[in-house]
């Protein structure tokens, strides 16, 4: 069992940005899957980014190219999501997701973690 706790959410304005961090309480970042979901109510939940912790590509959905960045940061057991110019669309609930397996980000968004931290909402909003 991997434990996940989000933190970061929070209400922006459209064109702002957003950091989004994910920790695993007494568990060592390595030979994981990491990554970031997020489900707006009524719609399924969708795959934005995904890294494995021991190095390759990251996975990008094409709706975040460009805008967001995700990064781990080994030392601190941390995964970050760097979110620019959101948009009122993004306004969502926003889940980390581990893995023990090293495919996520050649899965793009078929991947389906079996653990999840509790999520974190996202409100853009002018």
């Known amino acids: 069992q991997i434990r996940l706790m989000e933190s970061g959410g929070g209400s922006v304005q459209p064109g702002e940005s957003l950091i989004l961090s994910c920790t695993a309480p007494g568990y060592t970042y390595n030979n994981l899957c990491m990554g970031w979901f997020r489900q707006v109510p009524g719609k399924a939940r969708e795959a934005i980014a995904s890294?494995?912790?021991?190095?390759?590509?990251?996975y990008y959905a094409d709706s975040v190219k460009g805008r967001f960045t995700i990064s781990q940061d080994s030392a601190k057991n941390t995964v970050s999501l760097q979110m620019n110019n959101l948009t009122s669309e993004e306004s969502a609930m926003y889940y980390c997701?581990?893995?023990?397996?090293?495919?996520?980000?050649?899965?793009?968004?078929?991947?389906?973690?079996?653990?999840w931290g509790q999520g974190t909402q996202v409100t853009v909003s002018s």
């Open positions: 997701a581990a893995d023990r397996t090293k495919t996520c980000a050649s899965s793009g968004g078929s991947w389906w973690p079996p653990f």
């Open positions: 890294i494995y912790t021991d190095g390759g590509s990251p």
